[in-house]
């Protein structure tokens, strides 16, 4: 979710977005890489996400996570509740040629909770739903964008890829596991669309297709491919109501799983 497109905020512009998102898998698998036998995994996670322009060509970007998780095995269940994985990062911004923007995004994955905590539960611990993996990741990603036509609709076209390296720092687990995660490429493809009413925004929809790949063999190292689509609907100058749908079609060491969001977000 923490990823500024090409189009940065202005100098003392805003756009927050406090949100829901209900993530839905038929089974789950634990950060050292072991799916769990018979497990059906549901999460919530409630989240604040804001982009804050800094100056010119220059945005903050923040996104603060609340996590409640759980595991059904059968009639058994185990949950867990807390802080997920920040995201803080600055993205820095051009219009090459005066029309097409570039963005470079350097973010970091910082972990609110301490895994080691489930180690209290001896062998099972591994059933409970841990908040993340554990560890600090680093990413560089450049995104570059287009508006467009599709017919009487404005609209956009956007790219992103780069490079997110997987750190041994465990500042998520206090208990060090001896595990060492693999770097990968984080990639995405935006196509979207802006209605419009007698000069005014209606709202947007928009389809995405996203995902992360890992460079080398791993066992324990999520990887992914997702596709989505949302919709914003304005509701009032700057106020508008956001939904939307993912489902990933492709993962290694990850429960495949279906998304539902919801978020009311404010464009100052």
Known sequence: AAQA????RGPGELYAKLGDSRLRADRFVA???RPQPGATHTSHTASLYAEIGLVEHLQAVVLLPAVAARNDFGEARTTQRGLGDAQLGLALGEELGGRLPVALLLS???PLYDNADLLAYGPSGSRFPALGDGQVDLTALVSAGSGLRLGPLPGWAALEAGYRHRSAWWMGDSSLPDRVLVDGIPWGVELGVSPR???RELGWLQLRASGLFN???SDNTRAWAELSAGLGLRLARGLSFEMGAGSMF???NTALGHRLDAALSLRI
């Open 108 to 110: 970091a994955k910082l």
């Open 250 to 252: 492709w993962g290694q």
């Open 5 to 8: 497109g090409p189009w940065l």
């Open 215 to 217: 460079l080398g063999p």
């Open 197 to 199: 009413r007698l000069e």
């Open 31 to 33: 950060p050292d890489g």
